[in-house]
């Protein structure tokens, strides 16, 4: 009899760590605020008879010094530099301010450049605590599938 309660003292043991599952698991959100350096980009471009091509450029280490602030107040600032000139030097040669709208539900994201009056309309690929990705969809050319899709590592502060 002490054998059978022991048997069974132990499977109800084990069915019960077992069989306990951790549903409330919470999925780690990223923010996208922070200061953001591109080190990469995908281009793809898709006909209307499914031919496409893509092309990845990886950034040169000036390049890489270029920035995107995202603020916590849906604003920000995008610092594009360049090697220019005889001596190649690495140079600022674009300041834009931009305001922005990330829904994480969707993941859709849309910046609107100061000045201009036609936003980029894209999508969150990637977010996590070092890297980010960005597919922004140009949609001008209805025979054409456009996509950008932008590689960025978070730049700590």
């Given at each position: 009899?002490?054998?059978?309660?022991?048997?069974?003292?132990?499977?109800?043991?084990?069915?019960?760590?077992?069989?306990?599952?951790?549903?409330?698991?919470?999925?780690?959100?990223?923010?996208?605020?922070?200061?953001?350096?591109?080190?990469?980009?995908?281009?793809?471009?898709?006909?209307?008879?499914?031919?496409?091509?893509?092309?990845?450029i990886t950034y040169t280490t000036c390049q890489q010094q270029s920035t995107w602030v995202f603020n916590e107040n849906a604003s920000g600032k995008r610092t594009d530099k360049d090697e220019v000139g005889s001596s190649l030097a690495c140079t600022t040669i674009n300041q834009r301010n931009f305001t922005y709208v990330y829904?994480?539900?969707?993941?859709?994201?849309?910046?609107?450049?100061?000045?201009?009056?036609?936003?980029?309309?894209?999508?969150?690929?990637?977010?996590?605590?070092?890297?980010?990705?960005?597919?922004?969809?140009?949609?001008?050319?209805?025979?054409?599938?456009?996509?950008?899709?932008?590689?960025?590592?978070?730049?700590?502060?």
């Open positions: 009899m002490k054998k059978l309660a022991l048997l069974f003292a132990g499977l109800s043991l084990m069915v019960a760590t077992t069989a306990c599952n951790d549903d409330d698991e919470t999925v780690q959100e990223f923010p996208i605020v922070g200061t953001w350096k591109p080190v990469a980009e995908v281009r793809t471009e898709v006909d209307l008879d499914g031919v496409g091509v893509s092309d990845e829904t994480k539900s969707d993941k859709n994201f849309e910046i609107k450049y100061q000045g201009t009056v036609v936003s980029e309309k894209g999508q969150v690929v990637d977010l996590n605590a070092e890297t980010m990705n960005i597919k922004f969809v140009d949609d001008t050319d209805p025979t054409v599938y456009k996509t950008t899709t932008r590689t960025f590592k978070r730049i700590a502060q």
